[in-house]
């Protein structure tokens, strides 16, 4: 059984840094492709950040050069770190996994493509 594990995240004022983490347990294949999402009340899920099994990245533009995504390969684990956070940041943040896919491509932003879910973790930026 998969489990999709998140960590980080909490309550920064605006122009502040916080870094998430993801990790999956269980089966893990030799290759997948994940992305970063987040949800605002009232919102629909958007794609953050992408990353792929070799280590090419997408960003949504309103995140760009404020956001990385990485991930550590030989433990299956990936980090967004995000910086200069405003105030319409806030949102719940999810990562999700792709199984048996290296690369997400153009579909990286889209929810319905992916296998497994982490559990949420709540990012607040104050102003």
């Known amino acids: 059984q998969v489990q999709v594990v998140q960590s980080g995240g909490g309550s920064v004022q605006a122009g502040g840094s916080l870094r998430l983490s993801c990790v999956p347990s269980?089966?893990?294949?030799?290759?997948?492709?994940m992305g970063w999402f987040r949800q605002a009340p009232g919102n629909e899920r958007e794609g953050v950040a992408g990353?792929?099994?070799?280590?090419?990245?997408r960003y949504a533009d309103s995140v760009k050069g404020r956001f990385t995504v990485s991930k550590v390969n030989n433990k299956d684990l990936v980090y967004l770190e995000m910086n200069s956070l405003k105030p319409q940041d806030t949102a719940m943040y999810y990562c999700?996994?792709?199984?048996?896919?290296?690369?997400?491509?153009?579909?990286?932003?889209?929810?319905?493509?992916?296998?497994?879910w982490g559990q949420g973790t709540q990012v607040t930026v104050s102003s």
């Open positions: 999700a996994f792709r199984w048996d896919d290296t690369r997400c491509g153009s579909l990286w932003a889209s929810p319905d493509v992916y296998n497994y």
């Open positions: 269980g089966y893990v294949p030799r290759g997948y492709c």
């Open positions: 990353i792929d099994f070799d280590g090419g990245t």
